[in-house]
C-alpha cells in the first residue's frame, strides 16, 4: 500500500482551549492544568489507502460494496465493535455530535462505522447498538475475512478486537486522499478538522 | 468477613470500615441502576460530557463501560480506567500520582468537574456527569459498597473450585471430568516452586506483596446431582453452603445445563466452560461461560449450508431426532432457521430412548416421508442402517446431515466412507496433514496416564483448567468474581493457549468462545482431516 505520512502534529497544541466543562472558576488553582488537558491529544496524519471493493453487509442486513457506496462523495469513517468498553462508546458518541453539528451544512459527509469484531456483530446487534446511542448512519460487518482485509486496507487492524486502535478517517468527495485521525478527539476538534477536509 | 482476604481490603482504614462496610447493592439499588445501566434516580435521562464537548446520554453514560462491574476496569485499545471499587477510592493513594483518600465532597468534584482528590485533572475521557442531589448521593453511596464484600471461597492460602457432576451423566464425561480436574489440581497443588513457604513470608519481603501473596492452594469440591433436575437447584444450595466456592469449573449434568446456570446466575457465581450441549441464552446473563452454543449451533449451520444451495422453497426436510432435550434443542433452532430462510415446517421423527434404527427402519422412512433433505441426528451406529438403505433405494438424491453432538463418526469409518450424498457438522478442529487435530492435549493426557479418555471430552475439561489458572494469575489479588469474569473475557479473546476449537474469541458480555463450525463429509469427519471442509460461522 502506498502510504505518506505527510504531516503529524499534535493538535492540542493548535486547537483553542476548550470552556471549561461545568463552569469551573478561573481562578482554580488547577485551572491552567485543566486547560492543558481539556483538548485530547490527537494525531493527524494523510494517507493515500486503496479503496478495497470488498462486499460487506450493513446494519440492515443488505450487501454493500464499499468502494461503490464511497465513490464520489464525502465520507467519515471509524472502527468500533459492539462489545467494546471505554473507546467505542465515545467514537460512536463522538460521530454523532459531529453529525449534529454539521447538520444543515453543504458537503454532510457519509458517516461509516466498520465493525472489528464481525464474528459477534451480526447486522442485528449493530442495529440495536446504533438504536442505543440514536446513530442514524451506516453500520458495516461481513465475513471475518472480507472485514478483516477491509481493516487491513485501512491500517486499522491490531491483532485483536481489544487492542483496536481509536481511528477516525475523512475523506472530500473527489479527494484520493484521506485524513487519519488517531486517537479520541473531541467533538470539536472533529469538526476543526472535517472544515479542512471538505475545504 | 472471616479471613483476610483482599490485599486491599488488609489496607482498608478500620475508621473507614466502620462506615463503608455495608452489603453490596441489591439489585433495585438506584446506585446500581446509575453504575451500571445509566439510569438516574430522576425522571430525565442521566447526561454527562465526554472529550470535553461530546454529549452521553443514559447507558452509553453508564460508569460500568468502563469500570465494569467489578469496578476493577480492564484495558481496551491503549486506554486503562482507574480502579474505583471503595478500598481503593477512599484509601490515601502514595507513589505516583498520590492523592487523599476520596470524601463525599471531592468524590462529587471527580464525577461533575474531572478533579481527583489529589487536585489533578483526570483524563478527557472521564466524562463529567450532569447529576441531581440524588443520583450524587445514590453513586456515592454505590461507591461505598463497591468492591467490599469478600467473595466466597478464598481464605489466605486456599481457594475452593467446583465441579457439578450428575450421577446418570454420561460415564465417559463423568470419568473425565474428575480424572483430569484431579491430576491437574494435585500438579498445581505439587509446590514444586516452594509457592506456599514464599506467599507465608510475603510480608516480610520487600516485594513480597506483589510476587507472592496472591498464591493459594486450589481445593476441589465435587458437588453431585441425583434423580430428576427438578431437585438439583436444592442439592447445590445445601453443598455451597457446606463447601463454598469461588467458581464452578466444567462438569456434566445429561441434561440440560440449565439449573447450573441458573444456580450460578442467582448466587453469582462464576460458572467456566462446563461440558454441555445445551447452554441456556447466556448472553443475556454474567457469570456463565461456555466453548460454544452447542446443538443450536450445529442446527443453525445446517439450515444455513442449505440455504447456501438455493433450494426451491418445496423442498422437503425430515429430521430424525431423540426425544430429549437436545433433540428438541435442535429441532427448534433448525427449524426458526429455516422457517426464516423461506422454508415449509421441517417434518421430524422423534425416537424413543433405546430404539434401535434398523435398515427396514431406515427404508420404510424414506419411502413414507420422501424427504429430500435427511438431518439424522442419531448415533453413528444407528447409521449403518441408512447407508445400506441408501445404497440401491428409491431415494439416492436424498442429502443427509448429520452433527457432532449426536454422530461421532472417528469411531465408524465403514459407514463414514458409505454414506456419500453426506455432510457432517463438527466445532473442532481438523488435522493439518498427517498431524492429529489435538497434538497438544494428547500429549498432555498421555504424559498423566489419561491417554485412554476421549480427547474431545477431556481435551475441554482441560482447556478450562487452563482457563481458571492464566485467569487467577491474571487477576493477581482481586478475589472479585466479576473481575475474573471480565478478565477472562479480555484473556480469552488473546489467548495463546491452543483449545478444541479451530478460533476462540471473547469481548464484553459474549459468552460462547467459540462461534463457528466446520461442514465436512463424514468420511473426512472420520479421517479428521480438512479435506473439502468449509468453516461457517454464525
Known sequence: MARTRLKMLLIAGFMPLLPAVNGLAASDEHAHHHEMMAAPSVQISKHAYQMPGTPLTDEKGVSVNLRDLMANRPVVVNFIYTSCTTICPVMTASLLQLQRQLAGSRNMPLFVSISVDPDFDSPAILKSYAARFGADWTFLTGSRADVLSVLGGFDAWRGSKANHAAVTLMRGANAGEWTRVEGLASAQQLASIWSDVAS | ?538
Not at chain 2, 481496551?76 to 481503593?88: F, H
Not at chain 2, 483524563?123 to 447529576?131: G, I, N
Not at chain 2, 443427509?400 to 472417528?410: G, Q, R
Open chain 2, 1 to 538: 468477613m472471616s479471613r483476610a482476604n483482599h490485599h486491599s481490603l488488609a489496607a482498608y482504614s478500620s475508621a473507614l470500615l466502620a462506615w463503608a462496610m455495608t452489603a453490596p447493592a441489591p439489585a433495585g439499588d438506584p446506585g446500581l441502576l446509575l453504575y451500571r445501566n445509566g439510569q438516574s434516580t430522576g425522571a430525565s435521562a442521566l447526561t454527562a460530557l465526554v472529550q470535553g464537548d461530546v454529549p452521553i446520554t443514559g447507558a452509553g453514560a453508564a460508569c460500568t463501560n468502563c469500570h465494569r462491574r467489578s469496578g476493577l476496569g480492564t484495558a481496551e485499545g491503549s486506554v486503562r480506567p482507574l480502579p474505583i471499587t471503595a478500598p481503593i477510592l477512599f484509601t490515601p493513594r502514595t507513589g505516583a500520582r498520590p492523592r487523599p483518600g476520596y470524601t463525599d465532597a471531592s468524590l462529587k468534584r471527580a464525577v461533575t468537574e474531572g478533579i481527583d482528590a489529589g487536585g489533578r485533572m483526570l483524563d478527557p475521557l472521564m466524562p463529567r456527569y450532569k447529576l441531581t442531589p440524588r443520583d450524587q448521593q445514590a453513586i456515592t453511596d454505590y461507591l461505598k459498597s463497591l468492591g467490599t464484600s469478600a467473595a466466597p471461597g478464598v481464605t489466605d492460602d486456599e481457594i475452593v473450585i467446583a465441579t457439578v457432576i450428575a450421577a446418570d451423566a454420561p460415564a465417559a464425561e463423568r470419568i473425565a471430568v474428575e480424572r483430569v480436574l484431579h491430576k491437574y489440581f494435585e500438579i498445581k497443588n505439587g509446590g514444586s516452586r516452594q509457592e506456599v513457604r514464599r506467599a507465608a513470608a510475603a510480608n516480610r519481603h520487600a516485594y513480597g506483596d506483589r510476587h507472592d501473596r496472591s498464591y493459594r492452594r486450589w481445593r476441589l469440591a465435587t458437588w453431585t446431582l441425583t434423580g430428576p433436575p427438578s431437585g438439583w437447584d436444592k442439592q447445590l444450595r445445601q453443598q455451597y453452603v457446606a463447601e463454598p466456592a469461588f467458581a464452578v469449573l466444567s462438569g456434566t449434568t445429561g441434561h440440560d445445563w440449565d439449573v447450573v446456570h441458573h444456580f450460578c446466575e442467582t448466587e453469582q457465581i462464576p460458572c467456566v466452560l462446563p461440558l454441555t450441549d445445551t447452554p441456556p441464552d447466556a448472553e443475556q446473563d454474567f457469570y456463565s461461560l461456555y466453548y460454544t452454543e452447542g446443538v443450536r449451533l450445529e442446527a443453525r449451520i445446517i439450515a444455513h449450508h442449505l440455504q447456501d444451495q438455493r433450494l426451491p422453497p418445496d423442498t422437503r426436510v425430515l429430521v430424525v431426532r431423540p426425544d430429549e432435550v437436545r433433540g428438541t434443542a435442535a429441532y427448534n433452532a433448525f427449524s426458526s432457521a429455516w422457517l426464516k430462510q423461506g422454508g415449509q415446517s421441517p417434518r421430524q421423527l422423534l425416537l424413543a430412548p433405546g430404539k434401535v434404527l434398523d435398515v427396514r427402519f431406515w427404508q420404510r422412512t424414506l419411502e413414507k416421508e420422501r424427504p429430500d433433505i435427511l438431518i439424522a441426528w442419531v448415533g453413528s451406529g444407528q447409521l449403518v442402517g441408512l447407508a445400506a438403505a441408501m445404497e440401491g433405494g428409491t431415494r439416492p438424491d436424498t442429502m443427509i446431515y448429520t452433527s457432532e453432538s449426536f454422530t461421532d463418526w472417528t469411531a465408524a469409518g465403514a459407514t463414514a466412507t458409505q454414506l456419500a450424498h453426506a455432510w457432517h457438522v463438527s466445532p473442532y478442529r481438523l488435522a493439518q496433514g498427517s498431524q492429529t487435530p489435538f497434538p497438544r492435549e494428547q500429549v498432555w493426557l498421555r504424559s498423566q496416564g489419561l491417554a485412554d479418555l476421549d480427547v474431545r471430552i477431556a481435551g475441554r475439561v482441560l482447556f478450562a483448567c487452563h482457563a481458571l489458572g492464566e485467569q487467577l494469575a491474571g487477576i493477581e489479588n482481586n478475589f472479585s468474581r466479576d473481575y475474573f469474569m471480565e478478565g477472562l473475557e479480555h484473556m480469552l479473546d488473546n489467548t495463546n493457549m491452543t483449545t478444541l476449537y479451530p478460533r476462540t474469541t471473547l469481548g464484553q458480555g459474549q459468552r460462547y468462545l467459540s462461534r463457528g463450525a466446520y461442514v465436512l463429509s463424514p468420511s473426512a469427519a472420520f479421517e479428521g482431516t480438512s479435506t473439502g471442509a468449509s468453516w461457517v460461522e454464525m
